[in-house]
């Protein structure tokens, strides 16, 4: 296709780019290590994990309808083709959004609220008609009350912790004023106390994982605990096999270490003591915390290392991730099924129950909740492997649209007309030299009724350049979305690595191209 060359010529080029004006293009998704840990067992709740996508979320599915053409003196066309965006591959079937794109976010508004009609200048950044870049969505909450950054990387406690807490200390109370009739209403302090140490070791077990990530060189967004106990949020995935086995396990290792270390100290201590009910807790619970995060299933740490064997098998991660996640699946039913049938049986260490009361009724709803976690976090991690697996499919030289270069002072409608005579379907605004100054905001083009364009300049309806806004056209995948996350906009110039320009990136045609590949099977 054709596209602008350097000094604003324009000059052959590829014109692959999807069509498509639709909401920011969603980003990777951190990997979650440490999985979401139980409570103990006085709680009655049981380990699992979801990934740092967990987070994620079903969304809209992208609409390809645009806004009617405002038309204009030789301008409908390049309207037309602005409104929807440049046309799809044909390889590229139109699937409905991801999950992972945002959980129910909405489209951002293209253009600004209604200022574009009387051509007025929009700073670059001012927000108005700016989609805004690919945006994790743990960035748009921060995830809770921030503890502190222990090696750099922020601990996050959620409101759901503080929940967990209060059942912690209601039921571990009551068993302590139980064994220790003597304290009295002193007995809920200590279970608070219970509480907040049984974290603690949790935020230790997530701290293995953080160190290992680190180690390999691996970024952690932050530690997150909550409801079932705690997250690790590790943006990229380990290179080797080896190093997914390393970074899974020395989780729930130190969790055992942990409760090896409770072991010895309540053996110094007198077991019908405070102490000595507090480690006996937190011995029998970080040994559950161990166990439980062991078992072969995604997302749990055990379904990790499985993965890392069957990856290590087969050569391939894809096939390491499929195995371990229906691995886990089936682990979601047997906990559906099976925890309450322990439960009554009274396997697990309590009275059998021949009848069902309200404590079978607890324990079906507590497995049910497990059960859903541990499903939707295994089909997460298909997901989320899905995702980067075609995230080098996102290529900014394929995706570019074709630009012609106007001045400031060229009427929209003349604009236009040039657009169409060459093809093309953006609008880049240069000096008298060629310099490129700004682009033509697709949605500001919207606003403009026909019967105005002759008499509204494009510089108006522009967006000024930063560096921000200039994108390499050899930009792909993971690195693509970085640049676009670094500067939202809505359109973004290409150049070659010579300073030439290639043409305009929209962030609604990346987007596109994300769903799409995610859509495609592996």
Not at 301 to 325: E, F, K
Not at 392 to 397: D, K, V
Request: proline share 11%; glycine share 12%.
């Amino acid at each position: 296709m054709d596209v602008s060359g350097g000094r604003g010529q324009p000059r052959p080029g590829n014109d692959e780019s999807p069509d498509h004006t639709g909401p920011r293009p969603p980003a990777p998704e951190p990997s979650a290590h440490g999985p979401e840990h139980p409570g103990p067992p006085a709680a009655d709740s049981t380990p699992t994990d979801r990934p740092a996508d967990a987070h994620p979320h079903p969304s809209d599915t992208p609409s390809d309808e645009s806004p009617a053409p405002a038309g204009g003196p030789g301008g409908e066309q390049l309207h037309s083709r602005l409104g929807t965006g440049p046309q799809a591959p044909a390889d590229a079937p139109v699937e409905p959004r991801s999950p992972g794109a945002g959980p129910g976010e909405p489209p951002a508004p293209a253009g600004g609220p209604g200022g574009e009609r009387g051509g007025g200048r929009t700073p670059a950044h001012s927000g108005a008609g700016q989609a805004k870049p690919p945006q994790r969505p743990q960035e748009k909450q921060r995830g809770g009350l921030l503890m502190g950054r222990p090696f750099g990387v922020p601990v996050y406690v959620a409101p759901s912790w503080f929940l967990v807490a209060i059942l912690i200390t209601w039921v571990f109370g009551g068993q302590i004023d139980r064994v220790l009739p003597e304290l009295g209403a002193a007995s809920y302090l200590v279970s608070l106390f219970f509480a907040v140490a049984f974290y603690a070791s949790v935020l230790v077990h997530e701290l293995a994982h953080t160190l290992a990530a680190l180690r390999f060189e691996l970024p952690v967004r932050r530690i997150q605990l909550q409801f079932f106990g705690g997250v690790s949020e590790i943006e990229k995935e380990a290179e080797t096999p080896g190093r997914e086995f390393v970074l899974a396990f020395v989780g729930p290792l130190l969790s055992l270490v942990l409760s090896g270390l409770f072991y010895l100290g309540l053996l110094a201590v007198d077991p019908s003591s405070v102490p000595g009910v507090l480690l006996a807790g937190l011995m029998v619970s970080n040994l559950i915390v161990a166990v439980f995060n062991l078992l072969p299933g995604l997302p749990l740490d055990g379904g990790r290392m499985l993965r890392a064997v069957v990856w290590a098998i087969s050569g391939t991660p894809m096939t390491g991730t499929i195995a371990a996640a229906w691995v886990g699946r089936a682990l979601a039913v047997a906990v559906l099924i099976g925890l309450p049938l322990l439960t009554q049986s009274g396997a697990l260490g309590s009275d059998a129950v021949d009848n069902v009361g309200m404590d079978t009724v607890l324990d079906a709803l507590l497995a049910a909740i497990l059960a859903a976690i541990i499903w939707t976090g295994a089909g997460n991690s298909l997901r989320m492997a899905r995702l980067r697996e075609h995230l080098p499919e996102l290529r900014a030289r394929n995706l570019t649209r074709r630009a012609v270069p106007v001045e400031t002072d060229t009427p929209l409608s003349e604009a236009l007309r040039r657009a169409n005579a060459a093809g093309a379907r953006a609008l880049v605004v240069v000096d008298p030299d060629g310099v490129p100054l700004s682009l033509v905001r697709e949605a500001a083009i919207v606003g403009v009724p026909e019967h105005r364009r002759p008499w509204v300049p494009v510089g108006g309806l522009a967006q000024d350049l930063t560096d921000g806004m200039h994108v390499s056209a050899e930009l792909a995948g993971e690195d693509l979305l970085d640049a676009l996350r670094a500067t939202p906009a809505t359109e973004y110039l290409v150049v070659e690595d010579s300073g030439e320009i290639y043409g305009v990136l929209s962030a609604a045609d990346v987007e596109r191209a994300f769903v799409k590949a995610m859509a495609r099977p592996s």
